[in-house]
């Protein structure tokens, strides 16, 4: 379980659809959160930002971000989507990343309808609520 001190990061590859919805949902809970990408999008994909809105949290400002090693290090936990695997994260970053690192694998929104955001914005929120 979470405490208050502890600080998470989630990362995907272009931190446009769920890290930034993982990061909201934390924060809403009054987490120390932050996301990012390791490739990062321009900017952050718009049927995640309609599905958000319908849970009343806008990410119609937010911006995709660049995974950095300071990041890595100021996080208690890091909960990667998708860029576990060395192809999407750089080999020294990953290697940062195995002491506290949780793989939630999930579908990636990009191309997806908005039921499909849906379903994956509610397992992440899910997944929030069980840190």
Known sequence: MA???????????????????AEAFARRRGLKADSAGTMPATTVNPVV???M???GID?????PKLLTNEMINKATLVVTMGCSVEEACPRPMLAKMQKKLVDWDLD??????IEEVR??????ERRVAAL
């Open 3 to 21: 405490k208050l001190e502890d600080s998470f990061l989630f990362v995907c590859v272009h931190n446009a659809g769920r890290s930034q919805m």
């Open 119 to 124: 379903e994956i914005r509610d397992e992440i």
């Open 108 to 113: 990636d929104p990009k191309g997806k309808t």
């Open 53 to 55: 809105n319908e849970k």
């Open 59 to 63: 990410l119609s400002s937010s911006k």
């Open 49 to 51: 930002v309609r599905a």
